[in-house]
């Protein structure tokens, strides 16, 4: 059974430019989350994916955006970063029961985004 | 909204000593409530769980029960090893609520 991967490990951007960072779910999983943890805090929820269509956002601004793939993959993009974009993200899959119940979510190592 | 206070690091505790890090929550519904364990320059796993009031999560000696009249889920281990050493997060979900909300994460420091 594959894990939670994440690409890439390591980035650096400067202010104003585009970020793309991807996403593959464990196997058997239909749900993606991403997360941003700052240094030193605790991740905050950015949105999660369902069915290809976001199904819940966090306080974040319209310059994060997400995309899943029918292969339950998904990419998280950051459109004109910051200089406070810098953090580790981090990607969360699941399974989501027919329900709408999200089980239990599973972490993968994150991507190091630093903002020049 | 739904939020999470734990205990402020950083905890530094010698091999074999006992460890709590204190949890509490606000949430409104019924949360599912966790312990997530970050060692260096990885990314989150998941330590423990408990999906109702007065469930005890437990793994690997570290065991947590949900506190619903006091709500809280603290975390304890009876005789901490220098491999424990790590940021613990305590975190809730909501039912069919789709986002983890996490604390702020305890450094802990396990010294032979």
């Known amino acids: 059974e594959t894990g939670v991967t994440q690409s890439p490990t390591h980035l650096i951007k400067t202010r104003g430019q585009q970020v793309t960072l991807r996403c593959s779910s464990q196997s058997g999983h239909n749900t993606v989350s991403w997360y941003q943890q700052a240094l030193g805090q605790g991740p905050q929820f950015i949105f999660q994916y369902y069915r290809e269509e976001e199904n819940g956002r966090g306080n974040f601004p319209p310059r994060f955006s997400g995309l899943q793939f029918p292969n339950y993959s998904s990419e998280l993009n950051v459109n004109a970063l910051e200089l406070d974009d810098s953090a580790l993200y981090l990607c969360?899959?699941?399974?989501?029961?027919?329900?709408?119940?999200?089980?239990?979510?599973?972490f993968g190592p994150g991507t190091r985004l630093t903002v020049l | 909204g739904d939020s999470v206070t734990q205990m402020e690091g950083p905890v530094t505790l010698s091999e074999e000593a006992f460890l709590t890090i204190n949890c509490t929550y606000t949430a409104t519904g019924y949360p599912s409530l966790f312990w997530y364990v970050q060692y260096p320059g990885e990314g989150l796993q998941l330590l423990l769980k408990?999906?109702?009031?007065?469930d005890k999560g437990s793994n690997k000696g570290f065991e947590a029960t949900y506190r619903k009249e006091t709500t809280s889920f603290h975390l304890e281990k009876g005789s901490v090893q220098v491999s424990d050493s790590a940021v613990y997060f305590c975190?809730?979900?909501?039912?069919?609520?789709?986002?983890?909300?996490f604390g702020k994460g305890t450094l802990l420091t396990v010294n032979p």
């Open positions: 969360a899959s699941s399974l989501a029961e027919t329900s709408g119940r999200t089980n239990e979510q599973f």
């Open positions: 408990a999906t109702k009031a007065d």
């Open positions: 975190a809730l979900g909501g039912g069919s609520n789709y986002k983890l909300t």
